[in-house]
């Protein structure tokens, strides 16, 4: 029997137009049942779109609980203008960014008639933007040459050796400093922290290191100091040490001069029950895992890390591993793909004197809006202006911008 309840004694608004077939009645009755499952849809919608907050909570809590308002804020703003290098009046900033993008858009939009790498489809019945891929190039033979040279001028060393010899060249094991007594050190402590940094890193354990004859390798000293210098802190002041190392190497300048980084995430299952573990089937079927969420400099150094449970969007956590890092390269231009796209980190990145360039998927399908809707007129054959990038192709196939 389906339950019914009349129009005026629930609230109609929250009924959105796919549902009113299966909610509304021709008697001015409500499905109650419908009209439930119509609710709890609108209200998972407006959860993620921050409309709705809840509770206690961590992902779903209202981020503006934690910003500074009223006398405090006023109070504190001045000071904070200052630091950011911004006016305490935001008319002046946003006029110069409207500016700034209209200006680009005008730009970009006048040489788009003469660029071969771009083009407009028609994609059911819309007209979308295509950009063409870059052409693989073929490796020159000098370079496959040079590639095996180098290869053969490689010596084969076993990784406990190259890892003791970068702590040799280094000294990054000083950064590993005891637990309570900052300056208590072992003999041969950095043989011991070695070891225990690949048996972590090669996720075997300690048992394959330990050797009896071996005092700095002997089970209770790797036990030891695994337990009292392997710590964050000590591990991110080891990671600026190497980071440091590698930028003054003549071959890693070649590369990148550090003001560039790249942000993203690996997933890994965890196999045992922990709640540090999130859900996801796409990445972890019927299992559970992590993100590990890394920034790499254009020197191939790795900056920073986060390890999140299961997979938050990556939006939520790039500003923190951005803003974390230790080391003393300060990258100022930020490379993602889409998952770590928002308006909002576009804002707040460029708050902080940051540019964020993020690889968007699906560009094409994309709607972009201009702050000053002004039209401008760069087609030869039509008057014709056009307020939106995505139209592009006349009756008689000549493509047209504005």
Not at 95 to 111: G, N, P
Request: glycine share 6%; with cysteine; net charge neutral.
């Amino acid at each position: 029997m389906t339950l019914k309840t009349p129009q005026s004694d629930a609230p109609c608004e929250v009924i959105s137009k796919s549902w009113r077939p299966h909610v509304l009645r021709d008697d001015d009755t409500i499905d109650r049942r419908a009209y439930s499952f119509c609710v709890l849809k609108e209200l998972q919608s407006a959860l993620k779109r921050r409309d709705v907050f809840v509770a206690p909570s961590w992902r779903y809590a209202d981020l503006r609980a934690g910003l500074l308002d009223g006398a405090e804020w006023q109070a504190t703003r001045p000071i904070i203008c200052r630091t950011l290098g911004l006016s305490a009046s935001p008319e002046p900033v946003l006029a110069a960014l409207a500016l700034e993008l209209d200006s680009t858009y005008r730009a970009v939009a006048t040489r788009l008639p003469d660029n071969p790498a771009i083009r407009f489809e028609v994609v059911g019945d819309k007209n979308e933007l295509v950009l063409s891929p870059l052409d693989k190039m073929d490796e020159p033979a000098s370079l496959v040459a040079l590639r095996d040279k180098v290869a053969s001028m490689l010596p084969r060393v076993d990784l406990p050796e190259l890892i003791l010899e970068i702590a040799a060249r280094t000294g990054f094991t000083e950064a590993f400093t005891h637990l309570s007594e900052r300056t208590a050190r072992a003999s041969d402590l950095h043989v011991s922290l070695c070891a225990v940094l690949m048996a972590e890193a090669c996720n075997t354990g300690l048992e394959p290191l330990i050797r009896g004859d071996v005092p700095a390798l002997k089970r209770d000293r790797l036990s030891w100091v695994d337990q009292n210098y392997i710590r964050d802190d000590t591990l991110a002041a080891a990671n600026a040490t190497l980071v440091a190392a590698q930028s003054r190497i003549a071959l890693a300048s070649m590369w990148g001069g550090g003001e560039v980084a790249s942000a993203d995430g690996m997933r890994f299952v965890v196999p045992v029950r922990t709640v540090h573990a999130g859900p996801n089937p796409k990445y972890f079927g019927v299992g559970r895992g992590v993100t590990w969420y890394n920034l790499i400099s254009d020197q191939f150094s790795g900056l920073n890390h986060i390890t999140v449970p299961g997979t938050l969007r990556d939006s939520l956590i790039l500003l923190a591993v951005v803003l974390e890092q230790q080391t003393e390269l300060q990258p100022t231009r930020i490379m993602t793909d889409t998952g770590a796209y928002s308006d909002v980190v576009f804002g707040l990145f460029r708050l902080l004197g940051y540019r964020f360039s993020p690889r968007l998927a699906d560009v094409g399908g994309t709607r972009f809006w201009r702050v000053i809707p002004k039209p401008i007129m760069v087609c030869s054959t039509t008057s014709r202006p056009i307020s939106s990038i995505c139209s592009a192709l006349n009756p008689t196939g000549t493509t047209c911008f504005a």
